[in-house]
């Protein structure tokens, strides 16, 4: 960014965002970025437009893919701590590292501690991706007998496909009339403090 206040500017720009799923007009702008006059917004909006952070949309200005986007500052261990390194952080966002084809993608919501043992635990967000082949030793989104769930895909000596939890607290589960593969759990979401 060009200059150092746009740091700031954007980061209200974002909460804003967060809070309203839009921007008001210019010279509300001005109360929201702590500006006095709505040339000095214009300003603003047109170096946060050339850095790709925002753009114009129909006469008026949108985030863009980058506006969402976090650093990421590295690597951390998660075993012995390694000495912190200073690097340029790259920027992602989260639909950027989860998801190949968003066309083919949704989440959904799991409830329950069936799959606790491959880490996916109550009140997680499985991302699926949806007509994508599965095999055996899928995680999967399935619906069975007429009922949803999430489970391991797996294949019985007789060559019939059944859902396997992943908690030894449960059961297989085979299917009594039917079983379609709904789509491939490719990640999962969490928030570890609310």
């Known amino acids: 960014m060009d200059r150092p206040n746009d740091a700031q500017?954007?980061?209200?720009?974002r909460t804003q965002w967060k809070?309203?799923?839009?921007?008001?007009?210019?010279?509300k702008l001005c109360d929201v970025l702590g500006l006095s006059?709505?040339?000095?917004?214009?300003?603003?909006?047109?170096?946060?437009?050339?850095?790709g952070y925002l753009e114009r949309v129909e006469s008026r200005i949108a985030p863009t893919k980058r506006f969402f986007a976090r650093p990421v500052l590295g690597k951390?261990?998660?075993?012995?701590?390694?000495?912190?390194?200073?690097?340029?952080?790259?920027?992602?966002t989260i639909d950027d590292y989860l998801i190949d084809d968003p066309n083919r993608t949704s989440l959904m919501k799991v409830r329950g501690d069936?799959?606790?043992?491959?880490?996916?635990?109550?009140?997680?967000?499985v991302v699926v991706e949806h007509n994508t082949p599965t095999k055996p030793g899928d995680t999967v989104v399935a619906c069975v007998d007429d009922e949803l769930t999430v489970k391991t895909l797996q294949l019985d000596g007789?060559?019939?496909?059944f859902l396997q939890p992943a908690n030894p607290a449960y059961q297989p589960i085979f299917p009594q009339t039917s079983l379609e593969v709904l789509g491939l759990v490719i990640g999962v979401v969490r928030r570890t403090r609310r």
Request: aromatic share 8%.
């Open 9 to 13: 500017y954007l980061a209200l720009l």
């Open 19 to 27: 809070r309203h799923n839009a921007f008001p007009s210019m010279a």
């Open 37 to 51: 006059s709505t040339a000095s917004v214009f300003g603003v909006i047109s170096r946060l437009t050339e850095a």
């Open 76 to 92: 951390v261990r998660a075993g012995v701590p390694q000495t912190a390194t200073q690097e340029e952080p790259e920027v992602l």
């Open 114 to 125: 069936s799959m606790k043992d491959v880490g996916i635990f109550d009140g997680d967000l």
């Open 158 to 161: 007789a060559g019939k496909f």
